[in-house]
């Protein structure tokens, strides 16, 4: 466990929810192992040829496609494990990605090299997943994805994938650097940084631009379409703000900008994101907001850029006012678009465990938000063979495992969580110890004068 392998003058001080965290990340690690890396999706209903067809009449036929659907969207709601019948399980490279980044977390907490190990793993797993067909690295899904625009065929390059892949590469990559103590991990730092090089290079020249005013782009959500998605332009503009500054490339930062300010100019007066800005997907629902959100806290985190702070702080009041339910807890919409089959959903609480983490300090609210949702992961969605409920149903839960739509996003979420919390821990045991100190120096100095 780690708090065994944490030095105890350290470790012990910390606080019982810290404990249950670490215990938490301990067994779905050992789940994980035993589980195997392939899953069923949320999508799965959808991604095979009978849900495919059926959705697809669904945005061409309102009237037929609800009648084809709902027979399937009453399975989703009642009978979960019903999607073994429609689709296999399989490898998602978000989650690859996210259970890369949380074993670099634990490594950092650990320092046990078989977490690193298993990030490098992950890692790996990235580089045979990277879509065929194009000269850069990048990631899409390994299903067919029917929308409302069309069908995009799987291995489809997504920006909204692509960024969890630069993260995971970016931060095993600090973590190398910090450590350059032999041949191997100089070369397996310079491989991070190539890789890194090359998404960025992606997500750059791939990812096609669309002026919505003088100081402003969308951007595309594969290299095929036409844009308008927020939090697409989002990812792209943390992206590339991360690389202009990793590679010293300012035609990154540009083209960064420009999608920065598009998002900023999409945020509604009341401090809310639509998910799109056709005039059809004007929904706004709580993993999307923290996505949003998310990406506009680690661009001011890098740049000080002044109008994200004032986003993000009217973005934090309509997240708080508007995307939790009476218990305090995140609810899916603030207003639902269509009938929801669920209550509440992993995602969501794994997003809004993310979101507070980065923006905590600077707006105190979401440190008692952060608290009462891990409080309420830990008692009520950490099952007995150390994965995470799925969903909480109007009528039961959703407990089949699925890598892309919650596990791996809670993984990371607590790891992220551990890690901040030892790291809080030691700088006000830091700041205890000068204090003490100069209180020492003060009475030796005391003493001195009085003789």
Known sequence: MIADRYPPSVFRPLSPEVHK???ALGGFSAWLARYGETSWDHQSFFAGPIGRRAKSLYYRNRLLGTATVAPIIFLEAFCPSARRFFHHPTRFPIADAHYAMAFAFLFQVTNDEAN????FHFLEELKKSRCPGFEEYCWGYPYDWVTRNGNIKEQTPLITSTPYAYEAFLQVYHLLEADRSGISTSNAANDCREIMASIAGHAFKDIKDFRTS????????TPYDSGGVINAAAYR???LTSASQVFSNDHYWKTAEQNLNFVLGAQNRDGSCYYAVDGVRDFVDHFHTCFVMKALAKIHALTGHAATLEALSKGVSHYLNNLFDEEGLPKPFSKAPRLTVYKREL???????NLCLLLRDRFPALDRTLDKVVTHILEAWVKRDGSFRSRKLHLGWDNVP??????????RSL?????????ARAQRDQRSDVRDRTAALGNQTAELIGK
């Open 116 to 119: 690193l190990q298993r990030a």
């Open 237 to 239: 503009a943390f992206l």
């Open 214 to 221: 003088g100081q402003a782009s969308s951007c595309s959500y």
């Open 402 to 411: 699925m890598h892309r739509w919650g596990q791996s996003q809670m993984f």
């Open 347 to 353: 995602y969501d609480c794994a997003e809004c465990i």
């Open 21 to 23: 965290v670490s215990d």
């Open 415 to 423: 790891a992220f969580y551990l890690r901040e919390s030892i790291k």
